[in-house]
């Protein structure tokens, strides 16, 4: 009875977000390297991301329950499937990081020359369909 490495985050609130649910499920679980990713954000790749590790014997659970959050549509508040408004497709991202405005390029660019972690992303949907990003809340 080992434990094993199930999925690795680059911020606390995913990692966390995966425990509760596994853990409500009845899946003993453990956040690894979560403390000194989120005192410095630029470590994750150093030490390879906040690890959630579970027992090897939850394996198969673990990615049943996993697989069945993958699957499940991505709604608004009042339950209405939220799809491309390019496609129309429901095979969604949510939390992509956006580079795709006059202010992410303008923080791009100061990132660079100033050696700093990048301040302007913002986070929108991407269509896994066409690529295409957008933000439900806004008429496109």
Do not use: W
Request: charged residues 25%; aromatic residues 10%; hydrophobic residues 40%.
């Amino acid at each position: 009875m080992g434990l094993l490495t199930f999925k690795t985050f680059d911020n606390s609130i995913d990692a966390h977000i995966l425990k509760i649910k596994l853990e409500s499920e009845g899946i003993t679980c453990f956040l690894f390297d979560e403390n000194i990713v989120s005192v410095n954000p630029l470590y994750s790749q150093l030490v390879g991301g906040i690890k959630l590790k579970i027992n090897e014997e939850d394996l198969a659970h673990a990615r049943n329950i996993v697989l069945e959050l993958e699957q499940t549509p991505y709604t608004t508040d009042d339950e209405q499937v939220i799809s491309c408004p390019k496609c129309a497709s429901a095979n969604i991202e949510s939390g992509h990081k956006s580079m795709k405005s006059v202010g992410a390029i303008l923080s791009a660019i100061a990132s660079f020359l100033l050696f700093i972690f990048p301040i302007y992303r913002k986070d929108v949907y991407k269509c896994l369909d066409c690529g295409n990003e957008f933000d439900f809340r806004k008429k496109q």
